[in-house]
């Protein structure tokens, strides 16, 4: 275990770094981007983290499989895909986390040293390097605890080590204490990144990082290897399960009728929803409770934060053992032990996305919208709804959406926490894979992967009728 350790910390190590490296030119892309292609900018960039890591290790474990008797190929193959699903993460943390100094303060405190600015280590933190370390942090631990990818390309990591053994029937005591190994790699790199912040950041202030614009070969460059990323995580995953599942319907139409009506399938499908939009909510609410404290908001951010990015096998392998105490063991077999896990996980990214939509609020076309409440037109009061469509809701469905579908697929949490009546979708699906590519395996895995999707666009085109439900209620900006 200890040598699996040290190979999953030097390889997260490797990739939070390079991750980082790609993601500080990323974050600066939308600048220079023209404000039509912003959209295809964002889209590139989100799609490798979204697509589900149980879809991308199974599309490339044929080749890994090729590569069984090159250990070290299939390593950096797996190092080159981890890698490629967590640059979003250290691209969206360059662009929204705030900077207690701006720009100008440090161009004149260069002005000021001379050149000695690069030994000014408080200086350096409140700058760019500090926001590299907050990238890196969650990088390297999103890529230390990583399970699904490792598991279908047979790397021997750490986590798939210990998920192997446990749910093979060993004790939960020896669980944990073969846990405690890698939660102390985890906490140290986090104590070492949060002393640094909050060692020269005592009072930070939420300035706007410096709308950086590229220079067009490294814009050319940052739309190649979105393009890449794209296709190689996303693009060549969800093909491969497309075209599989259209051969084996175009050769038995019989099948997908009978996949169609499964009702076990639709059951799992339905407890991974639920386990999924319960942990969005949470999240959601947490971090809006966050983002109403006018004291000690950092702090308790960090402390929400924190649970969550110590990976799913350590949170339920810990929640397992809370909820078997004495207090708490009446509710184990329930959703409740699952939702919480899942709504510590998708918290970071809750965080995250609501500094975001403070960022970009519009509260004085929202407070002109409100006043169109008091027209005595209806026409003026359903644009009113629109308009509170627009700038309200609108962003904060999205942000439901994103976390309703990172919590849906999960799979560790819901095999270790998932109540015997409620499994879920990734967990049979995870089973299934063990038995290779099928037709309707692929079927499977694309209901699954589709269901999202259309339950978003199910209700983007109801936004009429949420407009309209809309017009007499008041709402506040800050929310």
């Known amino acids: 275990m200890a040598s699996s350790v040290a190979a999953a910390a030097i390889r997260a190590g490797a990739v939070g770094s390079v991750a980082v490296a790609i993601g500080l030119p990323l974050s600066a892309l939308q600048a220079t981007t023209p404000r039509r292609w912003c959209w295809a900018v964002w889209a590139l960039l989100l799609l490798p983290y979204l697509v589900p890591a149980l879809l991308v290790g199974h599309a490339w474990r044929q080749l890994a499989l090729a590569l069984v008797h090159h250990p070290a190929a299939n390593k950096a193959l797996y190092s080159l895909l981890t890698m490629m699903k967590l640059v979003p993460v250290a691209a969206l943390v360059l662009v929204f986390a705030p900077r207690p100094l701006s720009a100008q303060a440090i161009h004149c405190r260069r002005l000021a040293g001379g050149g000695r600015f690069v030994w000014d280590w408080s200086f350096l933190v409140r700058g760019r390097l500090g926001d590299c370390a907050v990238a890196f942090l969650p990088v390297f631990l999103l890529a230390f605890g990583e399970f699904e990818v490792a598991s279908r390309m047979t790397v021997s990591t750490w986590t798939v080590v210990l998920f192997d053994q446990h749910a093979g029937g060993q004790m939960l005591s020896e669980s944990l204490s073969l846990v405690m190994l890698p939660v102390v790699c985890e906490l140290v790199v986090l104590a070492v990144v949060l002393v640094m912040l909050f060692g020269v950041r005592s009072a930070p202030v939420r300035v706007p990082p410096p709308a950086a614009r590229l220079r067009r070969p490294t814009a050319w460059l940052c739309g190649l290897y979105l393009a890449c990323a794209a296709f190689v995580v996303g693009f060549v995953p969800l093909g491969l399960v497309a075209w599989r599942a259209s051969v084996g319907a175009a050769q038995g139409p019989g099948e997908t009728r009978r996949l169609l009506l499964d009702a076990s399938l639709w059951r799992e499908l339905g407890a991974g929803a639920f386990f999924g939009a319960?942990?969005?909510?949470?999240?959601?609410?947490?971090?809006?409770?966050?983002?109403?404290?006018?004291?000690?908001?950092?702090?308790?951010?960090?402390?929400?934060?924190?649970?969550?990015?110590?990976?799913?096998?350590?949170?339920?392998?810990?929640?397992?053992?809370?909820?078997?105490?004495?207090?708490?063991?009446?509710?184990?077999?329930?959703?409740?032990?699952?939702?919480?896990?899942?709504?510590?996980?998708?918290?970071?990214?809750?965080?995250?996305?609501?500094?975001?939509?403070?960022?970009?609020?519009?509260?004085?076309?929202?407070?002109?919208?409100?006043?169109?409440?008091?027209?005595?037109?209806?026409?003026?009061?359903?644009?009113?709804?629109?308009?509170?469509?627009?700038?309200?809701?609108?962003?904060?469905?999205?942000?439901?959406?994103?976390?309703?579908?990172?919590?849906?697929?999960?799979?560790?949490?819901?095999?270790?926490?998932?109540?015997?009546?409620?499994?879920?979708?990734?967990?049979?699906?995870?089973?299934?894979?063990?038995?290779?590519?099928?037709?309707?395996?692929?079927?499977?895995?694309?209901?699954?992967?589709?269901?999202?999707?259309?339950?978003?666009?199910?209700?983007?085109?109801?936004?009429?009728?949420?407009?309209?439900?809309?017009?007499?209620?008041?709402?506040?900006?800050?929310?």
């Open 278 to 479: 319960a942990a969005a909510c949470c999240a959601y609410a947490a971090a809006v409770w966050v983002g109403r404290l006018r004291r000690g908001a950092l702090p308790a951010a960090v402390g929400l934060c924190v649970p969550g990015l110590l990976g799913p096998l350590v949170l339920a392998l810990v929640a397992v053992a809370v909820f078997q105490a004495p207090l708490l063991r009446s509710v184990y077999d329930t959703p409740l032990p699952l939702v919480i896990t899942l709504a510590l996980l998708v918290t970071p990214f809750a965080v995250v996305l609501l500094i975001f939509l403070r960022r970009t609020d519009r509260s004085a076309a929202l407070h002109g919208a409100e006043l169109l409440a008091a027209s005595p037109e209806t026409t003026v009061r359903r644009a009113r709804g629109r308009l509170l469509w627009e700038l309200w809701l609108r962003p904060r469905f999205w942000v439901l959406f994103l976390l309703f579908c990172w919590g849906y697929s999960d799979l560790v949490a819901g095999a270790i926490l998932a109540p015997a009546a409620m499994t879920t979708a990734p967990v049979r699906l995870y089973n299934l894979m063990h038995y290779g590519w099928s037709h309707r395996l692929s079927a499977m895995i694309l209901v699954f992967v589709a269901l999202p999707p259309v339950a978003g666009l199910a209700v983007w085109a109801g936004q009429r009728m949420v407009s309209w439900w809309l017009r007499p209620c008041p709402i506040r900006s800050g929310h």
